[in-house]
């Protein structure tokens, strides 16, 4: 199996953490950007090249079983066990186990010692207390004192306490991170598109533990249900697979009897349809034989059916993860979809804001997020994110009204502004080390280590530049060693100055085409990709001069 290039990007990044760092890092991945081809390969690392032993942990036996899956596909001959009650296995002897926290976390003593933990879904990791995950971690480390963390996720955040990274807890850093736009931009993702249908009126629904009180949020619902149900069959047609999230049991019988009333063919999965009939239903779903899935929040984390193409929430939440959950089941990519319908009958885009821009609240920090600005496209009824010019659905050139002093937000978007991404031919490709002037007495006193300075030189007096961080820590050096290993065969530099001279004696390879993009208000283009890098042979011959000067600008 050959990993994409953000997946060996996201691996050779936690590796560089652990190297570098005393703490535990996380990698951000959107849901459907193929997090089990990342743990499949760090397991396989971990164990042939280290000799290391490795557990991996899911909370769901889908996700168990997916994730064994794949190990299986990508190193047939690593020798793995899983130990899952849903699954029926209890496997502890192999170099790698693939567990359901709710079955190992009593049995790290048993299962282990362990070199690394591999989290799936690391949200899920309580930021205090004695959860399961922090049980078993801690008992881990008695064990084996020096275990390290690495967490995965599509969202990085808790409804309650915010960011799953910080200092005290369990995962301190995001090493790695890729946005949901990028992977569609660049085609490994589907493309979105939003509709907003009738909402009802939340006004007098109140609020416990930082979200929607079940009860009073479904009645709510209830009260629009047919009218909701009725815009929900007029907006998906043509649709194939559609996936409904409903609020509550009774809220999803009603939506359920309502299609079928129609004449549409559905069927229902809740919390208490039992597993054989929700994997026989799941299953006439998948082979695209039943159109209409209802569930209440079941088939969010680990139900993975690429030929969802529509999802329709009918029903609200304050929590961004389980918002972006919903309308990740549309995220995957399959054989003749276009693209991805978000219905939204719960105002859930003008609380959380497009999905690649959702900004989780720190409990720690005061303050509350901005609300998102959004607007409808008069033409299709597409909901765009307000600051672009042209519908992606139809095209339609928006009227651009003088500012005002307050803007209020009519619809939303389910993806943030387009912004174009160009591509050119690079003529030439110069280096030379950077230092930035200081603007402050501060950073005259704390000067900033430099940095190496790359001018692509694309035609017509046009240049994009980036810099590489050599001699800095943490991420920047991360990315760094990435740009380096991508490039040449020989050994990481130990200065600017020594990969500036390595670059200009040809041992570094150069792109022939560059990707780059302009982001609004922004100064310098970002180059998002690079195409034709060949790495040069190594020169065991070559010695830097450490004592060539570099002028600063």
Same mark, same amino acid.
């Given at each position: 199996?050959?990993?994409?290039?953000?997946?060996?990007?996201?691996?050779?990044?936690?590796?560089?953490?652990?190297?570098?760092?005393?703490?535990?890092?996380?990698?951000?991945?959107?849901?459907?950007?193929?997090?089990?081809?990342?743990?499949?390969?760090?397991?396989?690392?971990?164990?042939?090249?280290?000799?290391?032993?490795?557990?991996?942990?899911?909370?769901?036996?889908?996700?168990?079983?997916? &994730?064994?899956?794949?190990?299986?596909?990508?190193?047939?001959?690593?020798?793995?066990?899983?130990?899952?009650?849903?699954?029926?296995?209890?496997?502890?002897?192999?170099?790698?186990?693939?567990?359901?926290?709710?079955?190992?976390?009593?049995?790290?003593?048993?299962?282990?010692?362990?070199?690394?933990?591999?989290?799936?879904?690391?949200?899920?990791?309580?930021?205090?207390?004695?959860?399961?995950?922090?049980?078993?971690?801690? *008992?881990?480390?008695?064990?084996?004192? =020096?275990?390290?963390?690495?967490?995965?996720?599509?969202?990085?955040?808790?409804?309650?306490?915010?960011?799953?990274?910080?200092?005290?807890?369990?995962?301190?850093?995001?090493?790695?991170? &890729?946005?949901?736009?990028?992977?569609?931009?660049?085609?490994?993702?589907?493309?979105?598109?939003?509709?907003?249908?009738?909402?009802?009126?939340?006004?007098?629904?109140?609020?416990?533990?930082?979200?929607?009180?079940?009860?009073?949020?479904?009645?709510?619902?209830?009260?629009?249900?047919?009218?909701?149900?009725?815009?929900?069959?007029?907006?998906?047609?043509?649709?194939?697979?559609?996936?409904?999230?409903?609020?509550?049991?009774?809220?999803?019988?009603?939506?359920?009897?309502?299609?079928?009333?129609?004449?549409?063919?559905?069927?229902?999965? =809740?919390?208490?349809?039992?597993?054989?009939?929700?994997?026989?239903?799941?299953?006439?779903?998948?082979?695209?034989?039943?159109?209409?899935?209802?569930?209440?929040?079941?088939?969010?984390?680990?139900?993975?059916?690429?030929?969802?193409?529509?999802?329709?929430?009918?029903?609200?939440?304050?929590?961004?993860?389980?918002?972006?959950?919903?309308?990740?089941?549309?995220?995957?990519?399959? *054989?003749?979809?276009?693209?991805?319908? &978000?219905?939204?009958?719960?105002?859930?885009?003008?609380?959380?804001?497009?999905?690649?821009?959702?900004?989780?609240?720190?409990?720690?920090?005061?303050?509350?997020?901005?609300?998102?600005?959004?607007?409808?496209?008069?033409?299709?009824?597409?909901?765009?994110?307000?600051?672009?010019?042209?519908?992606?659905?139809?095209?339609?050139?928006?009227?651009?009204?003088?500012?005002?002093?307050?803007?209020?937000?009519?619809?939303?978007?389910?993806?943030?502004?387009?912004?174009?991404?160009?591509?050119?031919?690079?003529?030439?490709?110069?280096?030379?080390?950077?230092?930035?002037?200081?603007?402050?007495?501060?950073?005259?006193?704390?000067?900033?280590?430099? =940095?190496?300075?790359?001018?692509?030189?694309?035609?017509?007096?046009?240049?994009?530049? *980036?810099?590489?961080?050599?001699?800095?820590?943490?991420?920047?050096?991360?990315?760094?060693?990435?740009?380096?290993?991508?490039?040449?065969?020989?050994?990481?530099?130990?200065?600017?100055?020594?990969?500036?001279?390595?670059?200009?004696?040809?041992?570094?390879?150069?792109?022939?085409?560059?990707?780059?993009?302009?982001?609004?208000?922004?100064?310098?283009?970002?180059?998002?990709?690079?195409?034709?890098?060949?790495?040069?042979?190594?020169?065991?011959?070559?010695?830097?001069?450490?004592?060539?000067?570099?002028?600063?600008?």
């Amino acid at each position: 199996m050959q990993l994409r290039y953000y997946q060996s990007e996201a691996i050779d990044a936690a590796w560089n953490y652990l190297r570098n760092n005393d703490g535990n890092p996380c990698i951000e991945i959107p849901t459907g950007g193929g997090k089990s081809a990342i743990i499949a390969t760090m397991a396989r690392q971990a164990v042939e090249q280290w000799e290391g032993r490795v557990v991996i942990l899911s909370h769901v036996r889908e996700l168990v079983s997916q &994730v064994a899956g794949t190990i299986a596909k990508i190193a047939p001959n690593l020798r793995m066990g899983i130990y899952s009650a849903g699954l029926g296995l209890k496997q502890t002897r192999e170099p790698v186990i693939v567990a359901g926290i709710q079955s190992i976390y009593k049995q790290a003593f048993k299962a282990g010692p362990f070199d690394i933990v591999i989290v799936d879904e690391a949200q899920l990791i309580a930021p205090s207390g004695d959860g399961m995950y922090r049980q078993f971690i801690d *008992e881990c480390k008695l064990a084996r004192p =020096t275990v390290r963390v690495i967490g995965l996720t599509a969202t990085p955040y808790r409804m309650s306490t915010g960011l799953i990274c910080h200092p005290e807890n369990v995962l301190n850093e995001i090493c790695y991170r &890729v946005s949901v736009k990028t992977l569609i931009d660049q085609g490994y993702l589907s493309r979105l598109r939003s509709k907003r249908g009738v909402s009802a009126d939340l006004s007098q629904v109140h609020k416990r533990g930082g979200e929607y009180i079940e009860a009073e949020m479904q009645a709510a619902m209830m009260g629009v249900v047919r009218p909701a149900v009725a815009e929900m069959l007029r907006l998906a047609e043509g649709r194939k697979s559609c996936l409904v999230f409903c609020a509550g049991v009774a809220h999803a019988e009603t939506v359920l009897n309502l299609l079928r009333e129609a004449g549409e063919d559905a069927d229902l999965v =809740t919390g208490d349809t039992l597993l054989p009939i929700r994997d026989e239903i799941i299953g006439r779903f998948k082979a695209g034989r039943l159109r209409w899935l209802v569930n209440v929040t079941v088939l969010t984390v680990g139900f993975d059916a690429p030929n969802v193409d529509c999802v329709a929430i009918l029903r609200a939440t304050l929590s961004p993860g389980l918002f972006y959950q919903m309308v990740g089941r549309g995220f995957r990519l399959a *054989e003749g979809k276009q693209d991805c319908l &978000v219905l939204d009958f719960g105002s859930n885009l003008d609380v959380h804001g497009p999905v690649d821009q959702i900004i989780a609240k720190d409990a720690r920090r005061p303050g509350e997020a901005g609300e998102a600005v959004v607007k409808k496209c008069p033409q299709c009824g597409d909901i765009c994110f307000a600051s672009i010019r042209f519908c992606p659905g139809c095209g339609h050139e928006f009227f651009t009204p003088k500012p005002r002093h307050d803007p209020t937000a009519t619809d939303a978007a389910v993806l943030s502004s387009e912004v174009q991404v160009e591509e050119a031919d690079v003529a030439s490709v110069t280096y030379s080390k950077h230092v930035k002037r200081a603007s402050s007495m501060e950073e005259m006193d704390n000067p900033k280590p430099p =940095t190496m300075r790359v001018d692509y030189h694309i035609g017509n007096m046009l240049t994009v530049s *980036e810099w590489v961080c050599i001699e800095h820590e943490g991420f920047a050096l991360a990315k760094a060693h990435l740009w380096w290993s991508a490039r040449t065969h020989e050994a990481f530099p130990e200065s600017v100055v020594e990969a500036v001279q390595m670059c200009k004696a040809g041992l570094v390879g150069q792109p022939t085409r560059i990707r780059y993009r302009t982001k609004p208000g922004s100064r310098w283009p970002e180059i998002v990709g690079f195409e034709g890098i060949e790495k040069p042979e190594v020169d065991p011959e070559f010695i830097p001069n450490f004592e060539e000067q570099e002028v600063p600008f």
